[in-house]
């Protein structure tokens, strides 16, 4: 009975608002009194601190920028709480941007802070600044609109673009423990915050650049191509534009005897025709998808050519290989150099037939 009478005792003053137990229980706050964060980015600071720059706002309201410094990503947002009258609240972070520095010092700090803080989601959009720092892309966005509002309409339109996709920390976090490697959408530190490839990251490092055929390479291999459009020559010496509306690769061992000496990627390729001779023969038709094919094999192989001169595995393939393939996954993912392997990339192509030339 004593027991039932101190619970009940307890939960009253919880609910009163008793100071001395008040860390149980979250701070309410009125929603008008809080900024919500929709932006951070994080850039170096020093030898070893880092800045981060916050933007709260869409080019429907306006948008405000917040700044500071310290040792790590924590203490800075703390320093942040103490310079306005709005909480700062960072459950609404839709976007991570990190500066090109703080990328090649290592990106592991900013993305376990996203994994470890209360408010941070692992859904969160990861992109990296090229040529410049999250601060100056977040400010320049700012001038007109927003970088939340540039960074979404980046993301719904990747596959109009075909040279980038949208990545998430969830998404580079498990393929770094997985195989030591990945890649993220990089942007110009402009106020459209343009799209510019990818960064590819090694044991959580910026080391390198996918950028244009490499880049829609990448986006072959991961079958992210929803309206790519390639100009090719028909047999007759017209143009041609070929419309990628889809993609699928898969990835396979070339064995040397019972030795991995490399792995082929190969690309199925539909697509339509967006411009050219209203009703191609069959022998057209063949030719240009000829064309299409050979053009996404050099694609596809630009982008292999990064994985082996940086010995990063930042696309998967072996995990691929080995999913292909699971009688082989010990050896697929051994001790072995990207750059001691022989990397393939092939591509067929398939144009769609929406008519019938014999009516």
């Known amino acids: 009975m004593k027991k039932q009478v101190l619970l009940v005792l307890l939960l009253m003053l919880l609910l009163t608002g008793c100071r001395r137990y008040s860390g149980f229980l979250p701070y309410a706050r009125e929603i008008e009194d809080m900024e919500l964060i929709r932006t951070l980015g994080v850039d170096t600071a020093g030898d070893a601190g880092v800045a981060i720059t916050a ?3 869409t080019s429907q309201e306006e948008t405000e920028v917040v700044a500071g410094e310290a040792g790590t990503i924590s203490a800075a947002v703390l320093e942040l709480q103490g310079e306005g009258s709005s909480y700062l609240y960072f459950g609404h972070v839709t976007q991570l941007l990190l500066g090109e520095g703080l990328a090649k010092r290592g990106v592991m700090p900013s993305l376990d802070y996203v994994l470890r803080d209360v408010e941070m989601r692992l859904e969160t959009a990861l992109y990296v600044v090229r040529n410049g720092t999250a601060g100056q892309a977040i400010e320049a966005a700012a ?5 939340t509002d540039r960074l979404e309409a980046l993301a719904d339109d990747a596959g109009l673009t075909a040279n980038s996709m949208p990545r998430t920390v969830k998404d580079v976090l498990a393929e770094l423990d997985r195989q030591g490697a990945s890649f993220l959408p990089a942007v110009l530190a402009d106020g459209g915050l343009t799209a510019a490839g990818y960064g590819i990251l090694k044991d959580g490092v910026l080391v390198g650049w996918a950028e244009g055929d490499a880049a829609l390479g990448v986006n072959l291999i991961f079958g992210k191509v929803d309206a790519d459009v390639v100009e090719v020559q028909a047999p007759d010496g017209t143009a041609a534009a070929l419309r990628v509306v889809g ?10 005897g019972d030795t991995l000496a490399g792995l082929k990627v190969h690309c199925k390729v539909d697509a339509n025709l967006a411009e050219g001779s209203a009703m191609p023969d069959q022998a057209t038709l063949d030719a240009l998808e000829a064309e299409l094919a050979q053009v996404e094999a050099e694609r596809m192989a630009r982008a292999l050519e990064l994985s082996r001169v940086l010995d990063a595995d930042y696309l998967g393939l072996r995990q691929s290989a080995a ?4 009688w082989h996954k010990e050896v697929l993912l051994g001790s072995y150099s990207m750059k001691d392997l022989k990397l393939e990339a092939t591509a067929e192509a398939v144009i769609q037939r929406s008519y019938h030339a014999d009516g």
Do not use: E, K, L, N
């Open 143 to 147: 001038a007109d609109g927003s970088a």
């Open 55 to 57: 933007s709260g706002g």
């Open 323 to 326: 999913f292909a393939v699971p």
């Open 247 to 256: 993609a699928a690769a898969s990835v396979r061992p070339i064995w040397q």
